[in-house]
């Protein structure tokens, strides 16, 4: 009787499984005859915000309570594959897809399971797509350890385009080169102007978040705010700065609020603020003005009274509840929550006192060689000279602290040591604040000349996960080409996991993307 039990079983799935075809997606939801047999109705729908034209919304009724799971079938190996298992149980589904290819008859697949996780039937589904919009760049793929390498696809914050170089047009391309998702806002009545300057990252809630600056004296509405979006473009929650314009970053602290460099309306000076918004309430809780901290007297690196110190980054330290600031044309500086100066990251020449008579030298970080010993000598600790084991950071980009607690950063090279670069570099810092001492730890990119420099722009990440880092020269123009690389290199061994170029069809500035970033597409659960 068990054996006939488990016959019968069998033949019902079978059943199941051959009555499963392909639904065409032009179908509407109303066909009375659904091809498996737990479908009420569906009906796909592609790019349904209007400005995501690789993704689509599956709309699906099921006559018993299931819960679903995707594949978008990858054109390479199963490698290539976008999956995806949602863990709402329900009659109703809209499901995201993401992931699709361009100018491609894409194969969905949908599974259907019931609350314990048995298998209910599979289901298919066909999503034409579009060519992509003529802005998109060309992506070369040079190495990709697919075993070794950070698992996800590659985000880009990019700058390149075909036309108009406003709406900026993010896209997240896999380790074979394909663009698998992009968001092209020109439809847009807020965001067809948006310029997110140094670009986009993910929230810890998993949508996508940036500031929406006026870029070349734009006056779009839309600007000086902070906006949370989804895969799908649409705007989930914005933020507004009155009183201040933004720039450049914007960075989500781990309770959720957010700091943002800014310009304060009507100052005589730019790029010299810092703000926090109170993620819950909207409001502005404290204000950073780097006037009264800092000297904006100082014209060793810059002799620019307006943009003085042209700050490009900020983020947050855990370990002391105190932020890290990149000011490009002055240097890294730690900063208290208070606006006190704890450290400052840079060649000592001419730094002074603040406005309040400060002694700012005393914040000055002493170089140490590897056998940790000081280097005495001035023409290093000016910035004159390089020490074999340690180079100061030139026009920089991109600070994080590391799990470790040392600072890893984007060192451009831009006037490197006062007389012009060849070559960037990711490079770490172990900085001993008792001390006040920097040790150069580990680098990479000096090896590869002029090949990544890039003296704007660009981004590094170190990723825990793999303890591999990602350098990103987003801004480099060499041999006659303008072009940005994504490249991993493995930490302990520096071994090149994956590089990839980036070429876009017109550059501005000489400027590909502002970063990159290595995320799985959907967000983590």
């Not at 670009?199 to 006026?214: D, H, I, K, S, T």
């Not at 009155?242 to 460099?261: A, D, I, R, W, Y």
């Not at 926090?276 to 009264?292: A, K, S, V």
């Amino acid at each position: 009787m068990a054996k006939l039990n488990s016959v019968a079983f069998l033949l019902a799935c079978m059943l199941i499984f051959v009555s499963c075809s392909d639904n065409d997606p032009e179908q509407s939801s109303d066909d009375d005859s659904p091809v498996l047999q737990i479908i009420v109705s569906d009906d796909v729908t592609l790019n349904p915000s209007g400005v995501a034209p690789l993704s689509a919304l599956i709309d699906i009724e099921t006559s018993e309570a299931t819960r679903i799971g995707i594949r978008v079938f990858g054109k390479n190996e199963e490698g290539s594959d976008v999956v995806k298992d949602f863990d709402a149980v329900a009659t109703d589904h809209q499901i995201p897809v993401h992931g699709l290819y361009a100018d491609f008859n894409n194969t969905v697949e949908i599974t259907f399971y019931d609350a314990s996780g048995t298998i209910l039937g599979v289901e298919s589904y066909q999503v034409q797509t579009a060519p992509l919009i003529p802005d998109m760049p060309q992506i070369t793929i040079q190495k990709a350890e697919r075993d070794r390498m950070a698992a996800g696809m590659t985000l880009v914050s990019y700058f390149g385009h075909a036309g108009s170089m406003t709406p900026q047009r993010p896209f997240i391309f896999d380790s074979y080169g394909d663009i698998r998702w992009y968001l092209d806002f020109s439809s847009s009545q807020t965001l067809n102007s948006l310029f997110f300057d140094n670009g986009m990252e993910r929230l810890a809630n998993g949508n996508f978040y940036f500031g929406f600056g006026n870029f070349l004296g734009s006056n779009s509405p839309g600007a000086n705010k902070i906006y949370e979006i989804n895969l799908f473009g649409n705007i989930i929650n914005t933020w507004e700065m009155p009183g201040f314009g933004f720039h450049h970053e914007v960075s989500e602290k781990p309770n959720g609020n957010f700091l943002v460099t800014v310009n304060k309306l009507g100052a005589a000076t730019i790029e010299d603020y810092l703000i926090e918004i109170d993620r819950n309430t909207g409001q502005i809780i404290n204000e950073w003005n780097l006037n009264e901290s800092l000297d904006n007297t100082r014209t060793t690196l810059i002799n620019d009274p307006v943009d003085w110190i042209h700050v490009n980054a900020i983020t947050y330290d855990t370990n002391d509840d105190t932020i890290i600031i990149s000011g490009r044309t002055q240097g890294m500086i730690k900063l208290t929550n208070d606006n006190d100066v704890v450290w400052i990251m840079g060649p000592h020449e001419d730094w002074g006192l603040s406005p309040n008579g400060t002694d700012l030298t005393q914040y000055l970080l002493q170089p140490l060689d590897n056998t940790g010993s000081a280097i005495v000598n001035g023409l290093v600790l000016d910035g004159d000279e390089n020490h074999p084991d340690f180079e100061w950071n030139w026009y920089q980009h991109a600070p994080q602290v590391m799990p470790n607690g040392n600072v890893m950063l984007f060192d451009n090279g831009d006037n490197r040591n006062f007389v012009g670069g060849t070559y960037s570099r990711a490079v770490e810092y172990k900085v001993d604040v008792n001390d006040m001492s920097i040790q150069q730890v580990w680098q990479y990119g000096k090896e590869r000349d002029a090949e990544t420099y890039s003296r704007i722009v660009s981004d590094v990440d170190y990723i825990v996960d793999n303890n591999s880092v990602l350098f990103s020269p987003g801004a480099t123009a060499f041999n006659g080409g303008e072009y940005g690389k994504s490249i991993e290199i493995d930490y302990g061994t520096k071994e090149i996991l994956f590089e990839a170029t980036i070429t876009p069809p017109i550059s501005v500035f000489q400027i590909t993307f502002h970063r990159t970033e290595r995320l799985s597409l959907y967000s983590e659960d």
